[in-house]
């Protein structure tokens, strides 16, 4: 598993060469050309990422979002701890955090944290249980970055925050085990 860049500019700099944009409104992928749906496992959908980041600026209520495929390296961790108020979910959520500290992740577009890393997953994994979703192909990721000198529309990129908890009542606790399948993703390893 690889790291990719914490630093904003270096990770934008890095995705943004990629052509695997989209655009969506209401969580639905869109060709950022023509405005129709875009499918996940159909290139001829995607764009670069200005075109995106363009199409996007032009239509109110439409964003952008990077599509996972076979044959990139990279994999997404969708924690959505903004789902839960279970203090043993959240935790592990933590620890899932704290063990990809040095790698980019952001606040998600409706208030979960992505975590991007390279590497490769035998399949796509959903938790729903425990809020976890982690995804190396056929899907698409909604992104709050957007290229502030090209678009009217300024959405500001937040790095997650990692707020482990220090309280004595924490400390007592015993700590969760992580799943089994966690450590098919780890561990990290810088790629720059």
Not at 54 to 61: E, K
Not at 128 to 153: F, K
């Amino acid at each position: 598993m690889q790291e990719i860049p914490q630093n904003t500019n270096e990770f934008v700099k890095h995705f943004a060469a990629q052509r695997q944009w989209v655009c969506h409104s209401n969580k639905v992928p869109l060709n950022p050309r023509t405005g129709f749906n875009a499918s996940v496992t159909n290139p001829p959908d995607w764009t670069d990422y200005e075109t995106a980041a363009f199409s996007a600026a032009a239509n109110d209520g439409v964003g952008i979002g990077f599509v996972l495929t076979p044959a990139d390296p990279y994999i997404c961790i969708d924690l959505d701890t903004h789902k839960t108020t279970d203090q043993n979910i959240i935790a592990l959520h933590e620890e899932i955090q704290r063990q990809f500290s040095n790698t980019y992740s952001e606040r998600s577009p409706n208030g979960g944290t992505h975590i991007w890393v390279k590497g490769s997953i035998p399949r796509s994994i959903k938790s729903p249980q425990q809020h976890i979703e982690i995804y190396d192909r056929d899907r698409y990721l909604q992104t709050r970055y957007w290229n502030r000198s090209t678009c009217r529309h300024q959405k500001t990129i937040q790095l997650a925050r990692r707020r482990l908890i220090h309280s004595s009542m924490f400390e007592a606790r015993k700590r969760q085990s992580l799943p089994t399948w966690i450590a098919l993703i780890s561990p990290a390893r810088a790629i720059f």
